[in-house]
């Protein structure tokens, strides 16, 4: 007799665990979380980088929203890959344009000219065959006046083919 209270109490304990676990699994509420000011404009892409005319690297920047979630400024960053690109830049989210004078650049306290920024909306087609937003723009810094950094590439897929 005893045995059998005890597997009655273990199976009740069971049964209201598994009870709790599967409404406190309920999300309940609103479930879409929204979008940022900038998704028409953020994201991480594939460029290529020119150093006064002449190729010289190939790698990945990110386009994202400010804390502020402003929609006329956005981050533009390097992610460190470049000669070292962190802006706050002013974005025109209807022509998809962004550029700035003597923006603040975050990694190595100098400032940049950012010049003939555009997002194109299906402006690039990706090694894989994707056709993806493009972008360019073109990056002077202060601490070597006069050489023009020019960015150009596509939007990144996450097809291996067109990663760098």
Same mark, same amino acid.
């Not at 892409?45 to 929203?65: A, K, L």
């Not at 993806?132 to 590439?153: H, L, M, N, T």
């Given at each position: ?87 706050? &830049? ?19 306290? &100098? ?19 994707? &056709? ?33």
């Amino acid at each position: 007799m005893k045995k059998f209270k005890y597997n009655i109490v273990n199976s009740l304990v069971l049964i209201l665990f598994t009870c709790a676990l599967v409404v406190s699994c309920d999300e309940g509420g609103e479930l879409d979380p929204g979008e940022t000011a900038l998704v028409e404009v953020a994201g991480d892409w594939v460029v290529e980088i020119e150093r006064d005319g002449s190729h010289w690297d190939h790698n990945i920047i990110s386009t994202y929203n400010t804390a502020a979630n402003s929609p006329s400024v956005m981050w533009l960053d390097d992610l460190e890959h470049g000669w070292g690109l962190k802006a706050k &830049v002013p974005v025109n989210l209807q022509a998809k344009t962004f550029g700035g004078n003597n923006l603040e650049e975050i990694y190595y306290d &100098v400032t940049v000219n950012i010049t003939e920024g555009v997002i194109i909306k299906n402006g690039a087609t990706a090694p894989s065959g994707t &056709v993806v937003d493009s972008i360019y723009f073109k990056a002077e810094f202060s601490d070597i006046p006069g050489q023009i950094w020019e960015y150009y590439g596509y939007k990144r897929t996450g097809h291996l083919e067109d990663e760098p």
